[in-house]
């Protein structure tokens, strides 16, 4: 006998649930043959398109999901993040700009969960814009991260980390000492402190910073590596 609709979309969802993910895919194609109003739907067939590397199939599922449903904030997160996949940078920015005004809750306030995706997001566009060399451009986007997650340590240790790539370094060492702050032992944090205050000859104040990571974590090799440098240019 077959299945009614409600078993088969209900089989469908606790596949996706248990990670049986070409099981679940193969019974949410059956479900939009059946009834093809389900944005939700679409939008599962689009994240297991983009598990496989089949970006341009989730594009198209996540648009229609879109479609069906244009406040579909999950939907739009990712269909971003797909965008970005491709290399569409301006079209996934755009789509951005559209789930920033849905996860509005009211006049200024996000929905934490959509602020940390959205923090991701820049911070991913912010990578990439610094390994392009372009740290302007880097710096705006992960300003923009750490603005919507402000104790997010390692958003907040790349902006450091870019200030002091362009010369900007009391700047860098203010957004590195923020993070340490909030999160003592972030070794990466105080590392990089500890190399910003060598590039301005603060010596003693670098060593201080790598001889604490030590304290932590005695086989730090960055820590161990920069000591020796701070040494031999003590000579």
Not at 12 to 26: L, P, Q, T, V, Y
Request: aromatic fraction near 12%.
């Amino acid at each position: 006998m077959e299945e009614t609709f409600d078993q088969l979309y209900n089989k469908a969802n606790e596949a996706f649930k248990d990670g049986h993910w070409a099981e679940a895919e193969r019974l949410y194609v059956e479900v939009v043959k059946r009834k093809p109003f389900y944005a939700d739907v679409h939008h599962k067939l689009g994240v297991l398109n983009h598990q496989k590397g089949n970006f341009k199939k989730a594009i198209e599922y996540f648009e229609e999901a879109l479609k069906l449903n244009p406040n579909y904030t999950e939907a739009r997160l990712n269909l971003t993040i797909t965008y970005y996949a491709v290399g569409q940078y301006d079209k996934g920015m755009e789509i951005f700009s559209g789930a920033i005004q849905q996860a509005i809750l009211e006049p200024g306030q996000l929905d934490p969960y959509i602020k940390g995706k959205l923090a991701n997001e820049h911070f991913k566009l912010g990578n990439i814009y610094y390994d392009l060399g372009e740290f302007q451009e880097a710096i705006d986007q992960y300003a923009k991260a750490v603005k919507l997650c402000p104790n997010f340590p390692d958003i907040r240790t790349k902006l450091g980390i870019a200030f002091r790539d362009i010369g900007e370094f009391d700047q860098a060492i203010q957004e590195l000492k923020n993070v340490i702050r909030n999160k003592p032992y972030y070794l990466s944090a105080r590392n990089h402190l500890g190399i910003t205050f060598l590039k301005v000859d603060r010596i003693e104040e670098a060593k201080a910073e790598w001889n604490q990571v030590l304290k932590i974590n005695p086989k730090d090799s960055i820590a161990l590596a920069c000591l020796r440098m701070a040494d031999k240019k003590n000579d």
